[in-house]
């Protein structure tokens, strides 16, 4: 009781103090401003401000800047005081992204960090769990850094907490503080907030081990720019179908899903199947790629207590598993079953490039002409596995068992827990057909018809394509599937 009374008041000094460096600055700006309306302007050479107002609103415990200084070694009674107004963008030790619980003593904290304060000082992580019942229980925390690499001021941080022995199991509530200090004494104090905070009675065994609400989640890229609306809708109503009614999907908004696609999206979210997470907000943070790895790894998080599997992949790939030849044709769920018994933590798939403008149509060209345009991209695009005069990229995309990896990646998790396991996937197993470049833009996607005769090159400078219909004969499939689900839904290029 005693411990996490002693940390409220400190949260609470913290505050007041902060609340009162504002009114101070603000004391003194006032000041400022009425100087500088009887003199000289301040930007005029030679102005200097006149020491005896000015002090008056600076002593030894106070700070004229907005930074949380550690003021008991900055003795400001000597000397003339200097003024440091800053302007521009502030570099932060920690943006808080979300925090979770992933177990009975294991926590996970998705943050934002400064990369070069973690390059140029030594910081040290700590987690707190305080409770009213025992003595608080400290560790230290262990950094992940996912995206450390990419060359923006944010990167992506997972902060692993496990404590030695269970915490909260008594659901008697408590709270995760997390603490960021610098190693060498400057005059920083150590930043520390509560990361977490479980109510009495909240905390439920059951949410950390399986059945979990779903199957499996798929977590989605950043999406931004001039998404098409049309496009969206064929990918949901696909998947939404190859991965069956136990699927959530949660889609990051990076100002991508503007008003049209969201009314695409809306009565997949009205049924229950599709979560938008708004992070347009987080665009004033220099992070990579519209804080893509930061995104993917809080939704890796959070899928930890809702479902067996994750999913990573883009909305212009879509997955494909081939017909097997065999009386048993293996579904998404099957597949999933068999490499969990198998002990399988991650599965890697390939992409196979599909031409964002090669099209297919019947031979009754006349009559086709006009229908063209209203066919869905992977009704009438052909999987173009042809002679580019270059090899395409092998890219892979990827799935994980979500509770046996301490963080992850675009491509697959280089973090797996102890245990894990990593398979690669035959392409006549499961692939994704990429269709890339058709979701980012509204035009029509058409350039060109198969395909010029005797394997000479087309306008698009291909030549020898081999042709697969398999995802446009599942077409019919698909817009019966979003009939049945949604309902009539607009097309919307
Ligand atoms: C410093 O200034 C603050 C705000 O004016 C005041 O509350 C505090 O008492 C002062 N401290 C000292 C030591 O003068
Ligand atoms: C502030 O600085 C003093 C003197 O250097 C030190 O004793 C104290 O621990 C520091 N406080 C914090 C919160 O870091
Ligand atoms: C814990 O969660 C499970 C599954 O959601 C639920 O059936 C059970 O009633 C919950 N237990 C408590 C004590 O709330
Ligand atoms: C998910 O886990 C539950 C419980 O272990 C199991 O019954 C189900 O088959 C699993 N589903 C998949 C897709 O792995
Ligand atoms: C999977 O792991 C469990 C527990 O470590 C082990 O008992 C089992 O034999 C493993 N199964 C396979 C197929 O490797
Ligand atoms: C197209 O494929 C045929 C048969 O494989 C081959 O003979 C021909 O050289 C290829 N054409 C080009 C332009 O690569």
């Known amino acids: 009781m005693k411990a996490s009374k002693r940390i409220l008041d400190t949260y609470a000094g913290v505050l007041s103090m902060n609340t009162a460096l504002v009114l101070i600055v603000i004391n003194c700006l006032f000041l400022v401003f009425q100087i500088s309306s009887n003199a000289p302007s301040i930007y005029e050479r030679g102005w200097w401000p006149p020491r005896p107002q000015l002090m008056g609103c600076v002593n030894a415990t106070t700070t004229t800047m907005d930074e949380p200084l550690n003021m008991s070694s900055i003795d400001l009674s000597r000397g003339d005081v200097r003024f440091f107004h800053p302007h521009g963008i502030a570099s932060r030790l920690i943006v808080e992204v979300g925090s979770y619980r992933n177990g009975p003593r294991t926590f996970s904290s998705v943050v934002m960090t400064s990369k070069h304060l973690n390059n140029l000082h030594e910081i040290l992580y700590e987690c707190e769990w305080v409770s009213s019942d025992d003595p608080p229980l400290k560790v230290k925390a262990r950094p992940i850094k996912p995206d450390w690499n990419m060359g923006r001021l944010y990167g992506t941080m997972v902060l692993v907490c496990e404590f030695p022995r269970d915490v909260g199991t008594d659901a008697e509530g408590g709270r995760l503080v997390l603490t960021a200090g610098y190693a060498e004494p400057v005059f920083r104090s150590p930043e520390r907030f509560v990361a977490l905070t479980e109510m009495r009675g909240e905390y439920n065994a059951s949410r950390y081990a399986p059945p979990y609400p779903y199957e499996i989640t798929f977590c989605g890229s950043p999406l931004y720019g001039n998404i098409s609306p049309q496009r969206v809708r064929e990918w949901i109503a696909y998947h939404a179908w190859f991965f069956g009614e136990k699927t959530l999907f949660i889609f990051q908004d990076a100002g991508g899903i503007h008003e049209e696609v969201y009314r695409v999206l809306?009565?997949?979210?009205?049924?229950?199947?599709?979560?938008?997470?708004?992070?347009?907000?987080?665009?004033?943070?220099?992070?990579?790629?519209?804080?893509?790895?930061?995104?993917?790894?809080?939704?890796?998080?959070?899928?930890?207590?809702?479902?067996?599997?994750?999913?990573?992949?883009?909305?212009?790939?879509?997955?494909?598993?081939?017909?097997?030849?065999?009386?048993?044709?293996?579904?998404?769920?099957?597949?999933?079953?068999?490499?969990?018994?198998?002990?399988?933590?991650?599965?890697?798939?390939?992409?196979?490039?599909?031409?964002?403008?090669?099209?297919?149509?019947?031979?009754?060209?006349?009559?086709?002409?006009?229908?063209?345009?209203?066919?869905?991209?992977?009704?009438?695009?052909?999987?173009?596995?042809?002679?580019?005069g270059w090899k395409p990229d092998e890219s892979r995309k990827y799935a994980v068992q979500p509770q046996r990896v301490w963080a992850t990646g675009v491509h697959r998790s280089e973090h797996m827990k102890l245990d894990g396991k990593q398979e690669d996937m035959e392409i006549t197993t499961l692939r994704a057909y990429h269709y890339h470049n058709t979701a980012n833009g509204r035009t029509e996607l058409c350039r060109e018809f198969p395909l010029s005769p005797n394997g000479e090159p087309n306008s698009l400078n291909v030549r020898n394509c081999t042709l697969d219909f398999s995802m446009a004969t599942l077409a019919p499939t698909i817009k019966s599937y979003e009939l049945a689900m949604v309902g009539k839904q607009p097309f919307i290029l």
């Open 266 to 388: 809306k009565p997949w979210i009205d049924i229950g199947r599709v979560r938008v997470q708004n992070l347009r907000q987080a665009e004033v943070y220099d992070g990579y790629y519209h804080h893509q790895f930061t995104m993917l790894n809080d939704c890796m998080l959070m899928s930890q207590t809702l479902a067996n599997w994750t999913f990573f992949f883009d909305v212009d790939e879509f997955l494909y598993i081939p017909p097997s030849g065999e009386p048993y044709q293996p579904t998404i769920g099957s597949i999933l079953a068999e490499k969990a018994r198998n002990n399988v933590t991650q599965i890697l798939f390939q992409n196979v490039k599909v031409s964002d403008g090669l099209c297919w149509k019947s031979t009754r060209r006349v009559l086709d002409e006009p229908k063209i345009s209203r066919k869905w991209a992977f009704e009438k695009l052909v999987y173009a596995n042809c002679d580019y």
